[in-house]
């Protein structure tokens, strides 16, 4: 087997401040998604809680997806009730974006090199099916049945677009980013300091 394919996942150091992280990563790209509903539309026209969700399990063992989908979730259901009331938060859309990470993820998975996932054009076509059109399509198609509308093929393609444009924008970065880079650049600043 090639050695690039090869999984070797680990429990990471300090999982809960991890999870606490992700909560507040989601809570904040939630907000700022949310915010555009203003206006005019019932969904938003940019969608990132799911892409964050989908790197995540991507990058993490699979016995940590539970508390990746939880920690995620209460970041996206609090920044709902900031911006709305508890009556209008619906967990089924919640349920949907989690559905929706863990098909990408796994699509990620399978369809990617874990060394280096976008060293080429064919990864980064993989990349786009497996992030931007296979789970945002998944998804529309759930909202369709679970959500009733009076708009459906309107929700369905701004579901499907919000959910793809999210992708695009974050999932690259979210494979691509190594955490040692942040700690590169607090010795580099402690150096010049």
């Known amino acids: 087997m090639n050695k ?20 507040l990563v989601t809570f904040i790209f939630t907000l700022f998604s949310l915010e555009l509903t ?10 990132f809680p799911t892409s964050i969700m989908m790197v995540a399990f ?39 974006n989690i559905i929706e990470a863990t098909v ?14 976008l060293q080429n054009l064919n990864d980064w076509v993989r990349l786009a099916l497996g992030s931007a059109l296979v789970p945002p ?13 009076a708009e459906p093929l309107r929700n369905f393609l701004v579901w499907v677009l919000s959910e793809a444009i999210g992708a695009l924008a974050l999932v690259p970065l979210g494979l691509l980013f190594k955490p040692h880079y942040l700690w590169l650049f607090n010795t580099s600043d402690a150096a010049d300091g």
Request: glycine letters at 8%; charged letters at 5%.
């Open 58 to 96: 991507y990058r993490h063992a699979g016995k940590m997806w539970p508390g990746i989908a939880l920690a995620c979730s209460f970041g996206n259901i609090f920044a709902s009730w900031m911006l709305f009331s508890w009556a209008s938060i619906n967990i089924t859309y919640t349920a949907i």
């Open 137 to 149: 399509l998944v998804g529309g198609v759930l909202v369709h049945f679970l959500v009733p509308s």
């Open 104 to 117: 990408g993820a796994l699509l990620l998975r399978k369809l990617l090199p874990w060394y280096n996932p």
């Open 4 to 23: 690039q394919y090869q999984r070797v996942l680990v429990t990471t150091p300090h999982p809960l401040l991890r999870l606490v992280c992700l909560g």
């Open 38 to 47: 203003r206006f005019g539309t019932l969904l938003a026209p940019l969608w």
